[in-house]
T-cell receptor
Framework: DTAVSQTPKYLVTQMGNDKSIKCEQN?????MYWYKQDSKKFLKIMFS???????INETVPNRFSPKSPDKAHLNLHINSLELGDSAVYFC????????????????FGPGTRLLVL | EDQVTQSPEALRLQEGESSSLNCSYT??????LFWYRQDPGKGPEFLFT???AGEEKEKERLKATLTKKESFLHITAPKPEDSATYLC????????????FGPGTRLSVLP
């Protein structure tokens, strides 16, 4: 059973196109995330989302938008794709705490490799 | 400025040669430090969470420790299958539930 799954695994597209990446988690978590891993393998947060709040990293272009049809899914829509969007995109999920100061472990999907030509 | 750094950038070991990886952080209000393993073409795989200085966690050949400024991932008698990139991430008051990842250490264990 895959805990966090993403589709597609590979995505090759032309500059200017609009595309979506889907993410599903079956862990019952209430918070989901999107990360971008660039060519230098650095993982950077793009969005975090639960049923209360969407937090957007201020460096993310507004061409990127997360959409959550329900608690188990967080899709990533990208408009007007650019060459620099080529990267691996990871979805992750976690269960938020009860307000204490403990951190919450995030579980990652297998990644979607996006190549913009 | 808050940041997470890891050293060395890359490490080559002979099978059985023990060593340690370092993760240094400068954040205030640490809520957790997390270690992940990432194999080529795959997503990060969770290894350990450490919450407070002095805490230690072990799993097979791996042992993670935490101080107020850094964490170490000790690898005892590594095997070739331990070859991977090891990532550390911190969660702190400034970032809510978000992680700040270090750049990773690429470990190669030669037979």
């Amino acid at each position: 059973d895959t805990a966090v799954s993403q589709t597609p695994k590979y995505l090759v597209t032309q500059m200017g196109n609009d595309k979506s990446i889907k993410c599903e988690q079956n862990l019952g978590h209430d918070t989901m995330y999107w990360y971008k891993q660039d060519s230098k393998k650095f993982l950077k947060i793009m969005f975090s989302y639960n049923n209360k709040e969407l937090i957007i990293n201020e460096t993310v272009p507004n061409r990127f938008s997360p959409k959550s049809p329900d608690k188990a899914h967080l899709n990533l829509h990208i408009n007007s794709l650019e060459l620099g969007d080529s990267a691996v995109y990871f979805c992750a999920s976690s269960q938020s705490g009860s307000g204490d100061t403990m951190g919450e472990t995030q579980y990652f999907g297998p990644g979607t490799r996006l190549l913009v030509l | 400025e808050d940041q997470v750094t890891q050293s060395p950038e890359a490490l080559r070991l002979q099978e059985g040669e023990s060593s340690s990886l370092n993760c240094s952080y400068t954040v205030s209000g640490l809520r957790g430090l997390f270690w992940y393993r990432q194999d080529p073409g795959k997503g990060p795989e969770f290894l350990f969470t450490l919450y407070s200085a002095g805490e230690e966690k072990e799993k097979e050949r791996l042992k993670a420790t935490l101080t107020k400024k850094e964490s170490f991932l000790h690898i005892t008698a590594p095997k070739p299958e331990d070859s991977a990139t090891y990532l550390c991430a911190v969660q702190a008051d400034n970032y809510g539930q978000n992680f700040v990842f270090g750049p990773g250490t690429r470990l190669s264990v030669l037979p």
